[in-house]
């Protein structure tokens, strides 16, 4: 089974390019999708983070915003929060490649966002980096509710820059040119596995 590492900066249509994946029969497992429900209040993490972080409870459940803002604020923060979930997500991904495996899968897909951030490259076999020039990438995240300049340039500053991205994938999906040219990408990708 070849296990495809799918990343790309915010912004950069990673969630698109997950979801022609899918739509080509290939599962993808969602790192940030496992992680918010981890966070919903009957999630693994719930009890944890709500312990660590009592503040960033609102009627019962986890302030996703407001624990964004204290991690972006707080390197401590971003730490602690990092120790709780990371481990979990990286068991529920451990869960899907065994189902997957045990299925027969040919390909499948690790949808992680920092995924060379935090050496996950080293658990696929191939990495897809999907990219967009800059412009397209700041018009995208710009228009996101409670977006601003300073919190763009923030999020940026935690990530790998795109141009290193692309240099150490195996394969690049271009997201700016419109889908088509995007989904054609995915299916050139799809039939060499």
Excluded: W
């Amino acid at each position: 089974m070849i296990i495809m590492g799918l990343t790309g900066s915010i912004g950069m249509g990673k969630s698109t390019a997950a979801g022609m994946f899918r739509y080509l029969g290939v599962p993808v497992h969602d790192a940030d999708a496992t992680s918010h429900d981890l966070m919903a209040p009957k999630g693994a993490a719930f009890d944890m983070i709500a312990q660590t972080f009592p503040d960033i409870i609102t009627n019962g459940r986890i302030d996703r915003k407001l624990l964004s803002k204290k991690a972006f604020a707080d390197s401590g923060v971003l730490r602690t929060l990092e120790k709780i979930l990371h481990p979990l997500i990286r068991a529920a991904e451990i869960r899907f490649l065994h189902q997957q495996r045990s299925l027969g899968r040919h390909l499948v897909v690790l949808d992680i966002p920092l995924l060379f951030e935090t050496g996950g490259q080293n658990r696929c076999d191939i990495v897809a980096v999907v990219s967009a020039p800059a412009f397209i990438q700041r018009q995208r995240v710009m228009r996101r509710e409670g977006m601003t300049p300073s919190k763009f340039s923030a999020i940026l500053s935690k990530q790998m820059p795109d141009h290193d991205k692309r240099q150490r994938a195996d394969f690049i999906i271009p997201t700016g040119l419109g889908r088509a040219v995007t989904f054609d990408h995915i299916c050139a990708i799809c039939a060499q596995f």
